[in-house]
């Protein structure tokens, strides 16, 4: 989640008095994305703990100071540009996985790798179609990520999440969750406890390795990409009207799309974000005129000018 543009200027400086973790200034954050493009952010922090990270965004918030949080930068393009405000990643402070009275809790920034392995190593089964997704568990909570049917939600007893400056505890039937959404769009996401049913861990592990080599045949992997462009319309899939369109492996600089997948973009290598919106104008505009369908970008778009966002519309 990302805050509006301020007035407040904040330097690394100004936070050292009570920011323990982590800070770099104009930090490029294309290393922090799956698609690897995007400019740099003013300042770039990953706090040590929760204190850190509470204390930090209600500075940020008093000042009006815009911040963006990037997991594992999975389902995002950040513009050339860059952003202009924090960017904070929490993979370094909080990554634990862990069982509490039977329950999975785990903390945003541990990748869903890491939850779907620790479920298998524990013989708890649900999640095994997140295996091989490139996201980190807050991001996969605030978008209600899902696949093969299932979603995040029907496994989610509870998310904990700085709402303003305080802490919330929201049971699930109170996030409000629907398809690639939820409640905690414009809230920081520091938790969620999954509650998952024992089976067989060998089956278990078998079903996870079915995902990941469906995946891998079906899907980009070995390249950057930022996982699905576009939310499926319904009743079809994005990919489909893509393909449909003719515009599967269509390239724009060194940003592509991917032959293996249609609603995928891959960086052929030194791809820029310009060159990838200018893909995305070319699907929405070529599909929209063959079909009527308008595509919603599934991916956020970053640090971009009101012009470049007008331009899509």
């Known amino acids: 989640m990302s805050m509006p543009a301020g007035s407040g200027v904040i330097t690394s400086d100004s936070i050292r008095s009570f920011f323990r973790g982590r800070i770099f200034e104009n930090e490029p954050l294309a290393p922090y994305t799956s698609m690897k493009v995007g400019g740099p952010a003013s300042l770039y922090l990953e706090p040590q703990d929760r204190d850190d990270l509470v204390a930090v965004i209600r500075h940020f918030r008093e000042q ?36 509490v009275d039977g329950d999975v809790v785990a903390e ?49 007893v509870e998310v ?16 409000g969750f629907g398809y690639r959404t939820s409640g905690f769009t414009q809230d920081i996401v520091l938790s969620a406890r999954f509650r998952l049913s024992r089976g067989d861990r ?23 990409n930022s996982g699905s462009m576009f939310i499926n319309p319904s009743g079809t899939h994005a990919a489909h009207l893509i393909e449909q ?21 891959v960086n052929l290598g030194s791809a ?36 470049a966002r007008a331009s899509l519309s």
């Not at 709402?163 to 049971?171: E, F, N």
């Not at 369109?245 to 973009?265: C, P």
């Not at 995305?280 to 640090?303: A, C, F, S």
């Open 108 to 156: 945003a920034g541990a990748r869903l790798t890491k939850l779907v392995d620790f479920c298998v190593q524990h013989s708890l089964q649900g999640l095994e179609w997140a295996a091989g997704i490139p996201g980190s568990v807050g991001g996969a909570v605030v978008m209600n990520a899902g696949a093969h049917g299932s979603e995040m939600k029907n496994h989610i």
């Open 245 to 265: 369109a003719g515009l599967k492996g269509k390239r724009i600089g060194d940003a592509q799309i991917s032959e293996k997948h249609a609603n995928f973009m």
């Open 64 to 99: 009006h100071f815009p911040f963006l949080m990037i997991g594992r930068g999975s389902n995002m393009i950040i513009s050339d540009e860059g952003f202009p405000g924090a960017a904070i990643n929490l993979e370094s402070g909080f990554s634990d996985v862990s069982l």
């Open 160 to 175: 904990e999440a700085l709402r303003g400056t305080s802490i919330a505890t929201v049971k699930t039937e109170d996030a």
């Open 202 to 224: 060998e089956d278990i592990l078998r079903r996870k390795s079915e995902m990941m080599a469906r995946r891998n045949a079906t899907q980009p992997l070995n390249m950057p």
């Open 272 to 307: 820029k974000a310009a060159d990838i919106l200018k893909l995305i104008d070319l699907i929405r505009r070529t599909v929209y005129q063959n079909t009527g369908v308008l595509l919603e970008l599934e991916v956020k778009l970053i640090g971009f000018s009101e012009e």
